[in-house]
């Protein structure tokens, strides 16, 4: 089975400033995706960054980047140059690669707050 | 741009009335997500199809939901009849698996509808 925990229920951050969110993993597949999503207040979830476990380097999609720390099981997502429309709902996610049939599991999610 | 799209985007209903949710996946994805999501327990994952197969579907309560895939641009979510305790939003997700498993890259990325907010008074 797969677990994803993530342990900030909220979260405040300074205009133009960077935040990490945290994201804790438990899996026994030995293949396996990271994904974080971002749900501003409308509602959509809109997928941000993907992370292979087997990737070689970090993903990085402009302003977000994942730290990846397979030996700790974390997946954290680092935020550059925060905007306020970065406020919103975060979701760490993974499934299982070499499992066809399995769909992500989330995790409960980190509210992000950006301060002007 | 492809898109899942779901209908309706915002449901009012009362208890005992029959809800069914509509998701058309995009262009191409042959498998198919339900996930409800409340603020007690955030994202749940209801059921899924691959090929328009179901796969699971143990997170449904059985006796009241039932989710089919009509054809490869339709699958339907019906509740009934609905509870106050369903009210939630459900969203639509879709991606594509290979054979061997899911495609290598971000192109195993699952995309989500907007999501159909209901509410059963």
């Known amino acids: 089975a797969q677990k994803i925990t993530q342990t900030q229920p909220g979260m405040f951050v300074q205009e133009k400033e960077a935040v990490t969110l945290d994201c804790t993993y438990d899996?026994?597949?030995?293949?396996?995706?990271l994904f974080w999503y971002k749900q501003p207040s409308s509602g959509e979830m809109i997928f941000l960054i993907y992370q292979g476990s087997y990737d070689q380097q970090n993903a990085t999609e402009g302003r977000y980047s994942l730290n990846f720390q397979k030996a700790r099981k974390s997946a954290n997502l680092v935020i550059s140059a925060s905007q306020l429309g970065d406020s919103a709902m975060y979701f760490c996610a993974m499934r299982g690669r070499n499992s066809g049939n399995t769909p992500l599991v989330f995790g409960k999610g980190t509210r992000l707050s950006v301060i002007a | 741009d492809a898109r899942v799209t779901q209908t309706p985007r915002h449901k009012v209903t009362e208890m005992g009335q029959e809800v069914t949710m509509r998701c058309q996946p995009i262009?191409?994805?042959?498998?198919v997500f339900w996930y409800r999501q409340t603020m007690m327990q955030g994202l749940e994952l209801l059921a899924y199809?691959?090929?328009?197969?179901?796969?699971?579907d143990s997170g449904m309560p059985k006796d009241r939901f039932s989710a089919e895939m009509p054809d490869a641009t339709l699958a339907t979510l019906k509740i009934q009849p609905s509870e106050p305790r369903d009210s939630a939003v459900y969203f639509c997700?879709?991606?594509?698996?290979?054979?061997?498993?899911?495609?290598?890259?971000?192109?195993?990325?699952?995309?989500f509808g907007e999501g159909s907010w209901l509410t059963v008074v």
């Open positions: 997700a879709s991606g594509l698996v290979l054979r061997g498993g899911w495609s290598g890259g971000s192109g195993n990325t699952i995309y």
């Open positions: 262009l191409g994805h042959n498998t």
């Open positions: 899996t026994s597949d030995p293949s396996y995706g």
């Open positions: 199809f691959r090929n328009r197969a179901p796969l699971d």
